[in-house]
């Protein structure tokens, strides 16, 4: 009987999917485990084989839980809101949400397809209304919330107002922007604009001008992890950094939690590292520099390097600093060379411009005296420095290309980076020494004060599109106020093409008259308001979701405090490395927000985190200079290294590495326009192995793995790759020698064409055949060594074979195991030996462990030191009776040459040393 496995795939997907087997009723009495993959996008192109390698890891270990009597829940959802499904929008007018359900769709069935058991009755998706209800309910929580640093903790903003209209902000320990002492008839004296712009300093959620990396091909503000080599990632435009009034949300104020709450995690070094460098804790000394001819005027500046304040030639405001927003800063720098400064957009191409102005100020040197000029420029960047940057040319590579383009001082102050020179009274000391003295005279004579900072900045939380979260914010006489009515809903729009502002700035149907949306053209401030016209930013929604998975179809309420508490902490968490910064940090930062106000039990969200290795493809690359692009074969390396690198679909790629122009005429608007230089009438591309990624366009879609060999043999060659974390290289010839696998594995049960399983019970050496198996594979899969257990599965079946073994009692176990990775033929397997239920259900093999230990022990044995043969001899003989039987054995007759021993060594269960 053929192996045929379209039709047993087939049978049991439709068979697992009447019979609901994943979707039983908890019992609440039983231990708990909760498995999670990051939120997949459900892009156009559906699941490829780089997404699935993870989910077919959870699967197994899910399985595997669930048949050692845990409740498990694996749920899947879809991080559906998102940049590439408005740019398809963009290209073919189609609306985003049309979009996103039949992406979803497809991507449902790709994973059905797989036999992965997720829990689809938990499905959830971000761009669906009863979900980002719960997200802007959360922002609106945040917007009236302030992070009190004396209890650690967010506390609602109606505390800090209270205590403002009876002390001011005298008494408040808060996280600020800036603090701006008042008293509280100051307070009170305020109108409402005023105090709304205080308290923006301290909400979570607020909104202040800020530094954004503007992408105008796209007409979006992209954070840093969207962005490569100065080029956003998805379509390698060039990016600018502007000043744009955003929403941000205060996540630096939890930057010490998030650092600590690491040492309760069970993560790799490698992803605690990128997390502890990305919050970036640092101390050193606060240096206070004195405004000239203004001795209240002081510029503070964090340095962990104070011995190099010798060589400090000039100080840099940046044009976000807070500094240059300081009322009592007069006649500072006039305010049309300020315009004219945040002209200068700062250029992300290679070579990028110096740019800056002097703003006829100076500050006083606190040791040498000597006057250092202030400019005001982004030229330089400083992540512990967002308001002033004190530069030492001699020593650093962009202060120094700043000096010579200004003519500005250089003054060298370390001999071969060790010894510090003209540094006054520093001079001849090492970098150590210099670091301790110097400290300790700017603590003596005030001159600064010893602190810490952090990396970690505040996350920007808008962004200039459409297809995002509505931000649940109107405005009345230019002052936020939120919306209580949720959820608010994005509204139909002619056009989705970006134009320096949102799209929704050009809806028709974009107003609140504090009960409903109603049309733009009616906002008359007074009873009908501007909407805010920016959504929220991709990870909105990916921050939280692992939380409504545990409750996902409540009305009431994001989680039920019950669920929350039965399944609280994600106990492991599947994802690729690529995110261990960026998402991991918002969602940390996110479940923190939560517990302060009691919603969540846990300080952190994932027990466990393993990041799947990436799986490689070849990639297509072609280049492109300004409009044109231009064929590999015309370039040379050189060449190639100045021209911007373009990934293209590797479908559109014939023999030899030729493009069909054509094809990618027609598939990306971008290109329509463009010109395309030959080489004799032909187009190539480069080939690069890199991460398999749609963003690359160099997926494989397992839709064409599953006709030509099955979902199982996919599963089973996905897993045997190498070990989960490592990278791994696509290469589909391997998959011949699993899918011959399962078919001599199927052939095994069906001698002659009929199945057939021998009830006599198996003998003791095929016991412990079984039980080393067994044992085997309990070690390797908690380890979470998905691709061992294939190996042992090969060998077991070989031996069977070998010595004909057709038991039940041993067959069934080992069909069991292999259902983790093979479930439609185990589960046909499983129906054939009889069994009723599905294998699913079935509960994990036990074994003996005494069955394990062999009777006997192979004993080397030593003569005079060198070792000469070995003997089998029983484990619990008398040392006696190994004496005599050694004395006996013919070999070590040869040794003696009929002479008695001198001395027997006897190690039992080690070694035997015999001297002579």
């Not at 010798?310 to 240059?324: A, D, K, Q």
């Not at 603590?443 to 920007?460: C, E, P, R, V, Y």
């Not at 590999?632 to 590797?650: G, H």
């Amino acid at each position: 009987m053929d192996y045929n496995f379209k039709k047993l795939e087939k049978k049991w997907q439709k068979y697992w999917k009447y019979k609901n087997i994943l979707n039983k009723k908890f019992c609440y009495k039983n231990k708990k485990y909760y498995i999670l993959n990051m939120f997949p996008y459900p892009s156009g192109d559906g699941l490829h084989v780089g997404h699935s390698i993870g989910y077919i890891a959870s699967d197994i270990y899910a399985r595997y839980k669930k048949s050692k009597g845990y409740n498990v829940i694996n749920p899947i959802g879809f991080d559906s809101f998102g940049l590439p499904t408005e740019q398809y929008s963009i290209q073919t007018g189609i609306s985003p949400n049309i979009t996103t359900r039949i992406n979803l769709k497809r991507y449902k069935l790709q994973l059905l397809k797989l036999g992965i058991f997720f829990n689809w009755e938990r499905k959830l998706t971000t761009s669906d209304s009863s979900y980002f209800k719960w997200t802007q309910w959360m922002f609106i929580k945040m917007f009236n919330s302030w992070y009190d640093n004396t209890l650690k903790k967010a506390r609602s903003i109606k505390i800090l107002i209270s205590e403002f209209n009876r002390n001011g902000n005298f008494n408040i320990n808060a996280c600020s922007t800036r603090k701006i002492n008042f008293n509280a008839y100051t307070w009170k004296k305020f109108n409402s604009f005023e105090k709304e712009k205080i308290l923006q300093n301290y909400r979570l959620a607020f909104l202040s001008k800020r530094s954004v990396n503007w992408c105008p091909e796209l007409g979006t503000v992209l954070a840093n992890d969207e962005i490569k080599n100065n080029l956003s990632k998805r379509g390698g435009y060039p990016v600018y950094k502007i000043q744009m009034l955003q929403w941000s949300l205060r996540i630096s104020a939890y930057s010490e939690r998030l650092l600590n709450g690491l040492k309760k995690v069970n993560f790799t070094e490698k992803l605690k590292k990128s997390q502890i460098y990305w919050i970036g804790k640092k101390y050193g000394i606060n240096i206070f520099f004195t405004l000239k001819n203004n001795n209240n005027i002081k510029v503070k500046i964090f340095t962990n390097k104070p011995y190099s304040i010798f060589g400090v030639t000039f100080i840099l405001i940046p044009l976000e600093s807070n500094f240059l927003k300081k009322k009592n800063i007069k006649n500072f720098v006039d305010k049309q060379y300020i315009n004219k400064v945040k002209k200068y957009l700062l250029d992300f191409k290679k070579s990028v411009r110096i740019s800056g102005i002097f703003t006829g100020n100076y500050v006083i040197h606190p040791f040498t005296k000597n006057e250092i000029p202030l400019y005001i420029s982004s030229f330089i960047k400083d992540d512990y420095n967002l308001n002033s940057i004190m530069c030492i040319p001699a020593h650093e590579i962009n202060s120094y290309k700043f000096a010579k383009k200004f003519g500005i001082k250089i003054f060298e102050v370390f001999y071969k980076n060790k010894i510090c020179i003209n540094s006054s009274i520093l001079n001849g000391l090492n970098i150590k020494n210099a670091f301790n003295y110097i400290n300790k005279i700017i603590l003596n004579n005030n001159l600064g004060k010893i602190s810490f900072n952090f990396k970690l900045k505040d996350a920007i939380f808008a962004r200039q599109r459409y297809w995002g979260e509505p931000i649940p914010i109107f405005f009345k006489n230019k002052i936020p106020k939120t919306i209580k009515k949720l959820p608010l809903l994005l509204p139909k729009i002619e056009t989705y093409l970006p134009n320096g502002n949102s799209p929704l700035t050009r809806a028709k149907f974009w107003a609140w008259d504090k009960n409903n949306i109603v049309y733009t053209d009616l906002i008359n401030n007074k009873t009908i308001f501007s909407l805010e016209t920016n959504t929220m930013p991709s990870w909105a929604g990916s921050s939280w979701y692992y939380i409504r998975y545990m409750d996902p179809k409540n009305p009431y309420c994001f989680v039920k405090t019950k669920k929350e508490k039965y399944w609280k902490n994600v106990d492991l968490y599947v994802g690729g490395i690529e995110h261990a910064t960026g998402h991991l940090i918002y969602a940390r930062f996110w479940h923190k927000f939560l517990k302060d106000y009691g919603f969540v039990s846990s300080e952190e969200p994932f027990k466990k985190m393993i990041n799947q290795g990436m799986i490689l493809g070849n990639s297509a690359i072609i280049y492109c200079n300004k409009k044109e692009y231009i064929s590999s074969s015309l370039l040379n390396l050189k060449e190639k290294k100045k021209l911007q690198e373009i990934n293209i679909d590797i479908k559109f790629i014939k023999n030899n590495n030729e493009v069909d122009i054509k094809k990618i005429n027609n598939w990306c608007y971008e290109f329509n326009n463009s010109k395309f230089r030959l080489d004799n009438g032909k187009f190539i591309c480069d080939r690069k192995t890199e991460k398999m990624s749609k963003s690359k366009y160099n997926v494989v879609n397992p839709d064409l793995i599953y006709d030509q060999y099955g979902a199982d043999a996919l599963r089973l060659y996905e897993m045997s790759l190498g070990p989960l974390e490592k990278y791994k290289i696509w290469d589909i010839k391997m998959i011949n020698g699993i899918y011959n696998f399962l078919k001599r594995f199927w052939n095994f049960f069906h001698l002659k064409g009929t199945f057939y399983v021998d009830e006599n019970y198996p003998s003791i050496a095929e016991l412990k055949l079984l039980y080393k198996t067994i044992k085997k594979i309990i070690s390797n899969i908690e380890s979470f060594s998905f691709n061992t257990p294939i190996s042992e599965f090969m060998i077991i079946l070989n031996k069977l074979i070998k010595i004909k073994c057709y038991k039940r009692l041993i067959l069934e176990p080992i069909t069991i195991l292999l259902s983790f990775y093979a479930p439609h033929l185990s589960e046909e397997i499983w129906y054939k030996l009889g069994k009723k239920k599905s294998i699913f259900l079935a509960k994990f093999p036990f074994f003996y462990i005494n069955s394990l230990l062999e009777d006997e022990f192979n004993y080397p044995v030593t003569v005079n030191g060198k070792l000469r043969f070995k003997i089998k001899l029983k484990k619990c003989e008398n040392l006696n009776n190994i004496e005599n039987i050694l004395l006996n054995n013919k070999n070590i007759n040869y040794y003696l040459n009929n002479n008695k021993p001198k001395k027997i060594f006897i190690l039992r269960n080690k070694i035997i040393n015999i001297v002579i």
